[in-house]
């Protein structure tokens, strides 16, 4: 009965006289829609809103019994600490290199292997590599850690490898210039077959057509490739690569944190973990939220910079 | 013409070669793991144990598996799962209703508003005070609550629930039901689907949170899974070998096995839920949500 009475209820005269009224009444209208949206409303601003107000705490001196709104401001003194503090240096470029690296090794892997799995005629042997693929991505971070050291252990798998070349044994996990490598490479085994889902559907939406068209006009699989199916997944690589260039300083810190050992700190010092440390471990939470907060600023610099590029020479943007 | 010469079956032989190795890769570290945790001791020192076990033994599950620890943190993780899911799955269905409804006033405004919060986020310090400050530490709701309302999930819902046809709405407006009464007797029944893969993931993301546990519960009676694992792998738990070595075991036993056999207990429920999950996903639900 609702449903149908309210266009009526909408157009007649009295409500466009009184603007006020007509929004009451669509309120008391659609109370239960609204009254729907409540629980999740109060959640997102407790858990989302909530922290970026909070983030004011970054300049202050932020104290635990005075609260948000009682603590003393210093203005820039947090961030003032943070650029003259050397530890925190490293940590950022650490945090810039590892990140630039995951892009450079990350980003390709995965379109390269979803033209590769597209190009297999068998359908069951092509769904069985696409489910082994994904399954990784559902192994928890504690895990994968757990197995990495174990294959870079003296006796594991990466050192019998080495010495198969000859090479003396590694003590990986010590070493600081092993840490990029096996962070980066352990990530392209935990997402390949994930991030690949995106692009796979991409191909799956390109018109058929166009392939028959360029075997009549006599084009090879390679022609096809490079005049059809990489035409046709540019629109969701661009996307994908702002969304990446955006996340570059990102870092999955968890798995940093899990993987650091006070031998390799040289390299795997980054501001995610630097962040723990400064705030949880040793509760000096407005230094540990003022580094949070530049690098934010930074990674938002970032984001805006890349859609900026993007637009400006392939059209493609997110806004 | 080009389909079939001689460079196309040269190319299909390293692909097909290339996607064994890729799931050579994929699995042997989960084969390997398995086969660690039954080996004996001189194997695994030798290095000599790759895809299957090598001297079988027991000693890392028995060890494991008498620890009341583990008992305790597997108890943990399946009551945060038990409240964290349906929460999850009550809240989301709850708020994607009304924005999938056209004549919805705050569609608009709402949608703007969850929006905003996958750019933005106040980081890990604000978001710890706030938990702190709401008196959550050290109770099951810091694990539970923070996570439960993603906007990414909602668009999804939001999504699904267009699809739905809305003659179903109305007549059921004619029956003189209101809108909380057609989501849970029309809708949430038609969208199962979509409730059986987001639970899944719900549960598959509880199950491995390691983070949150770690800086939200100091209480050791109150770790999940996740944490006992970490503390097992990364420190070969001193405690639970000494307890279980004694004298000459020192020659036969070995501490990997110990943490073997805790990565095998503790993956074995995310490998069985796996297959339902990856069901689900392959089937393009997640996909077309994304591109919108």
Known sequence: ?319 | MGSSGMGYRIFMFFNILIMVFVVVIMLYPLLHVLALSLSSNEPILLGQVSFFPRGLQWFGYKTILTDPQFWLAYRNTIMYVAIGVPINLLLTSLISYPLAMKEFMFRKSLTVFLVITLFFNGGLIPTFLVVKSLGLLNTPWAIVLPTAVSAFNVVVYRTFFQNIPIELRESAFVDGANDLVILFRIYLPLSMPLLATFGLFAIVGIWNDWFDPLIYLNNTNLQPIALYLQQVVDQGNVNLLSGALTGSDFLTKNPVMLEMAAIVLTMLPVLFVYPFVQRFFTKGLLIGAVKS
């Open chain 1, 1 to 319: 009965m609702r449903g149908e009475s309210a266009p009526q209820l909408v157009s007649s005269t009295s409500l466009r006289s009184y603007p006020q009224r007509a929004f009451l009444r669509r309120l008391i209208q659609q109370k239960w829609l609204i009254g729907m949206t409540i629980p999740a409303v109060i959640f997102v601003v407790l858990f989302s809103y909530l922290p970026m107000v909070g983030i004011l705490v970054a300049f202050q001196n932020y104290n635990v019994f005075q609260g948000v709104f009682h603590s003393p401001w210093v203005g820039f003194q947090n961030f003032q600490y943070f650029f003259s503090n050397p530890i925190a240096w490293q940590g950022f470029r650490n945090t810039l290199v590892l990140g630039l690296l995951s892009l450079l090794f990350g980003f390709p892997a995965p379109i390269i292997f979803a033209l590769l799995l597209n190009e297999l005629t068998g359908k069951r042997f092509r769904k069985f590599v696409q489910s082994v693929s994904y399954l990784p991505y559902f192994i928890s971070v504690v895990i994968m850690v757990g197995i990495l050291k174990d294959l870079a252990a003296p006796q594991g798998l990466f050192n019998g490898i080495a010495h198969w070349f000859g090479v003396q044994t590694i003590q990986f996990f010590a070493d600081p210039g092993w840490f990029r490598p096996l962070f980066v490479g352990s990530g392209i085994w935990q997402t390949l077959g994930w991030s690949s889902i995106l692009y796979l559907a991409a191909l799956t939406g390109i018109d058929p057509e166009l392939y028959a068209a360029a075997k009549i006009d006599g084009a090879g699989r390679w022609k096809q490739t490079l005049h059809i199916t990489l035409p046709g997944l540019s629109p969701t690589i661009m996307i994908l690569l702002i969304l990446s260039i955006g996340s570059i300083l990102n870092t999955d810190y968890q798995k940093v944190l899990l993987m650091q050992s006070p031998s390799n700190l040289e390299t795997s010092n980054v501001i995610g973990t630097y962040v723990y440390q400064v705030g949880i471990q040793n509760a000096q939470f407005s230094e540990a939220a003022a580094i949070g907060l530049a690098l934010s600023v930074v990674a938002f610099i970032l984001v805006i910079g890349a859609n900026w590029a993007a637009k400006k020479w392939t059209e493609q943007s997110l806004w």
